[in-house]
């Protein structure tokens, strides 16, 4: 429950933030591959941009020097069976075969889990992985 006086939903989205090679191909990516949407580019050169479905966002940047190491992705390089963003969706089954006609690399096919979510996980062409779930009990 919200304190007294405040609204009663303050936090509205979280927008993941990740760390890419190419800047521009990754845009290019999340729009044909994943139906992402994008308006422009930001920085001199231009190194940042935001990727839009359905009044979700993601942030794409990259770095403006090499980075020591490498970028570490995806979270999974470090601790088995996570991801890099959790994705609630509508219809898992129905994005699974829009994103397999659109050739995203599907890392295995929908399936149900003991939390009673219906989950497919993709990987970016950076090595992020996404879970894309659809919550079984609030339909």
């Known amino acids: 429950m919200a304190p007294e006086g ?3 939903r303050q936090l509205l989205a979280i927008n993941p933030y990740f760390l890419v090679n190419d800047v521009f191909a990754t845009a290019e990516h999340y729009l044909d591959v994943f139906g992402f949407l994008f308006d422009q580019f930001w920085g001199e050169p231009p190194r940042f941009v935001m990727v839009m479905r359905d009044g979700l966002q993601i942030m794409l940047r990259q770095p403006d020097v090499t980075v020591p190491g490498g970028i570490m992705r995806p979270n999974r390089s470090a601790i088995a069976f996570s991801f890099d963003a959790y994705v609630y ?6 994005l699974y075969a829009e994103l397999q006609s659109r050739g995203a690399k599907l890392l295995g096919e929908p399936c149900t889990q003991p939390h009673d979510c219906r989950e497919f ?3 970016d062409m950076n090595g992020y992985v996404l879970c894309f779930g659809q919550d079984l009990i609030s339909q």
């Open 6 to 8: 405040s609204p009663s």
């Open 89 to 94: 969706v509508a219809d898992a089954d129905a």
């Open 121 to 123: 996980e993709v990987e």
